[in-house]
Nanobody
């Protein structure tokens, strides 16, 4: 089994910064893309940022220039640095990763599991 655990959420004033962290653990063979999603109150979950295993990144338009995604492949972690936060950034933030388990890798299987964290709440006050 593999799992993702997020940390770093909390309450911050508008204009402030937060850094979210997500750690993958378990029988990991390889991690492909990693991403952050968010779900604002009363709205659907949306993609915030994604990073490939090679480090290529992409961002949703509302966070471009303010958020930065990065990863530590040796430590199986992904980060989201959030600057110039706005009240509309308030949401539960979820970590997501495409993970091939050790068993799958041993068998030569390439279909990655879609794994989600439990979410961490970010609240931005005006």
């Amino acid at each position: 089994q593999v799992q993702l655990v997020e940390s770093g959420g909390g309450l911050v004033q508008a204009g402030g910064s937060l850094r979210l962290s997500c750690a993958a653990s378990g029988s990991i063979g390889r991690i492909n893309a990693m991403a952050w999603y968010r779900q604002p109150p009363g709205k659907q979950r949306e993609l915030v940022a994604v990073i490939t295993s090679g480090g290529t990144t992409d961002y949703a338009d509302p966070v471009k220039g303010r958020f930065s995604i990065s990863r530590d492949n040796a430590d199986n972690r992904v980060y989201l640095q959030m600057n110039s936060l706005k009240p509309e950034d308030t949401a539960v933030y979820y970590c997501n990763a495409a993970i091939i388990t050790s068993a799958q890798a041993f068998l030569g299987l390439k279909n990655a599991q879609d794994v989600w964290g439990q979410g961490t709440l970010v609240t931005v006050s005006s």
